[in-house]
Each structure stands twice: as C-alpha cells, then as structure tokens.
Nanobody, 120 residues
C-alpha cells in the first residue's frame, strides 16, 4: 500500500503565501517524478508544477516566478511554496507521485487534495 498525504492548504489574503507538503509513505521502492495539480470548480485538473528525482522542475506559465517546487528525496516529500497568491489561484491542489512499490509496478498515485482559497 502506498499513500500520499497532503497538508498546508487554507485561506489566505491576496498577496499572501502558503506552503503545501505531500509525503509519500508505504511500500515504496523508488519515487520518480512528483508534482502538484489544481482543480477549480467547473474546470479540469491542470498541472501547476513538477519535479524530477534529479531536481529538474517545470511550471505552468501562470505560476512562474511566484511558486517554487522542491523535494526531499530522503523523506519522499514534495513541497510547493506559493507566494504572491491571487484569487485565481483558488482551487483544490492535488499531489501526484510517479513511483514503484516493492510489490507493485511503476504507476501514478494521487493525494486526497487540499483546498487553497485566496480572498481578494
């Protein structure tokens, strides 16, 4: 069994900051890419940022310069530092991890989601 547990969401005013965390636990052999997605009501789930096991990152244009993704491989944890938040950043944020378990093939796992609300 593999689980992704997210934390750090909440309510913040426009211009504020939040830091999201997502820890993968369970029978894990190797964690490959990790990333954050978000989904606002009525919209599809979109990529926010991703990071490879070697630390190479990729960002959606809408968050470049404001969000920073990082990871701690020893803890199988990925972070998303969100600065200069805007109301349009309001969404449920989901963590995704591409990993191989000791008894499972390589596949993607999703966290349960954490709500981020930015007030104007």
């Amino acid at each position: 069994q593999v689980h992704l547990v997210e934390s750090g969401g909440g309510l913040v005013q426009s211009g504020g900051s939040l830091r999201l965390s997502c820890a993968a636990s369970g029978s894990i052999f190797r964690v490959n890419g990790m990333g954050w997605y978000r989904q606002a009501p009525g919209n599809q789930r979109d990529l926010v940022a991703s990071i490879t096991s070697g630390g190479r990152s990729n960002y959606a244009d809408s968050v470049k310069g404001r969000f920073t993704i990082s990871r701690d491989n020893a803890k199988n944890t990925v972070y998303l530092q969100m600065n200069s938040l805007k109301p349009e950043d309001t969404a449920v944020y989901y963590c995704k991890a591409d990993l191989t378990g000791w008894d499972t093939d390589r596949k993607a796992y999703w966290g349960q989601g954490t709500q981020v609300t930015v007030s104007s």
